[in-house]
């Protein structure tokens, strides 16, 4: 296939200079956070190493990113001392972190990869509904609106598809075989989606 951001085709290797403009937030099956790093320090990654934010501003940041994904008091642990669901949520403040005054920190777009895998029912409804809220333009956790606008989720957990996404593509074998509203799923009649 092609892979198109921001009109343009995307082939390869992208450049450093390509890459400066481009504003996307990740979050990882596996979180992908640094093990030797503190949850801020992962969290405030990017500002840390990209901008010229103070150290206090960053801090600040963190905690508000923290807040937004219902977590509070955690900056200064590891990873080693966090729970999966916690994990997830750390991973979801490090994508959507940003420096209001400095608007090209804020991503565009956020990518997750699998962000309910190895999560019990209960954090997984925690994580979906995170997905959700940071992307509304209504309230999120700490009741500012929601910056993202658009995101993409690879899953193939029913109750995400059901509670995170509103559109979604259905692969198989490397091709799509359906795609609709997220309420058309249930009365699709493609044999690969019903089964």
Same mark, same amino acid.
């Given at each position: 296939?092609?892979?198109?951001?921001?009109?343009?085709?995307?082939?390869?290797?992208?450049?450093?200079?390509?890459? *400066?403009?481009?504003?996307?937030?990740?979050?990882?099956?596996?979180?992908?956070?640094?093990?030797?790093? %503190?949850?801020?320090?992962?969290?405030?990654?990017?500002?840390?190493? +990209?901008?010229? @934010?103070? +150290?206090?501003?960053?801090? !600040?940041? @963190?905690?508000?990113?923290?807040?937004?994904?219902?977590?509070?008091?955690?900056?200064?642990?590891?990873?080693?001392?966090?729970?999966?669901?916690?994990?997830?949520?750390?991973?979801?403040?490090?994508?959507?972190?940003?420096?209001?005054?400095?608007?090209?920190?804020?991503?565009?777009?956020?990518?997750?990869?699998?962000?309910?895998?190895?999560?019990?029912?209960?954090? *997984?409804? @925690?994580?979906?509904?995170?997905?959700?809220?940071?992307?509304? !333009?209504?309230?999120?956790?700490?009741? !500012?609106?929601?910056?993202?606008?658009?995101?993409?989720?690879? %899953? +193939?957990?029913?109750? %995400?598809?059901?509670?995170?996404?509103?559109?979604?593509?259905?692969?198989?074998?490397?091709?799509?075989?359906?795609?609709?509203? %997220? +309420?058309?799923?249930?009365? *699709?009649?493609?044999?690969?989606?019903?089964?």
């Amino acid at each position: 296939g092609e892979v198109y951001f921001c009109g343009k085709k995307r082939q390869g290797l992208i450049s450093d200079e390509e890459i *400066s403009g481009l504003r996307i937030g990740l979050v990882f099956q596996s979180a992908a956070l640094f093990d030797s790093l %503190t949850v801020r320090e992962n969290v405030g990654f990017i500002l840390y190493e +990209h901008s010229n @934010v103070s +150290h206090e501003r960053i801090a !600040k940041l @963190v905690t508000d990113s923290l807040e937004a994904v219902g977590l509070k008091g955690v900056e200064d642990r590891l990873p080693s001392e966090l729970s999966g669901g916690m994990k997830k949520r750390v991973a979801l403040a490090r994508a959507i972190i940003s420096d209001d005054s400095h608007n090209a920190t804020e991503p565009e777009v956020v990518m997750y990869d699998e962000p309910t895998a190895g999560l019990d029912p209960i954090a *997984s409804t @925690v994580v979906e509904d995170l997905i959700r809220s940071v992307h509304m !333009k209504g309230s999120d956790a700490v009741g !500012k609106p929601g910056k993202i606008a658009s995101y993409i989720v690879v %899953t +193939h957990q029913h109750s %995400t598809i059901r509670r995170a996404v509103d559109r979604l593509l259905f692969l198989h074998e490397g091709q799509v075989v359906w795609q609709g509203m %997220t +309420h058309e799923f249930d009365t *699709s009649i493609n044999p690969i989606v019903r089964q």
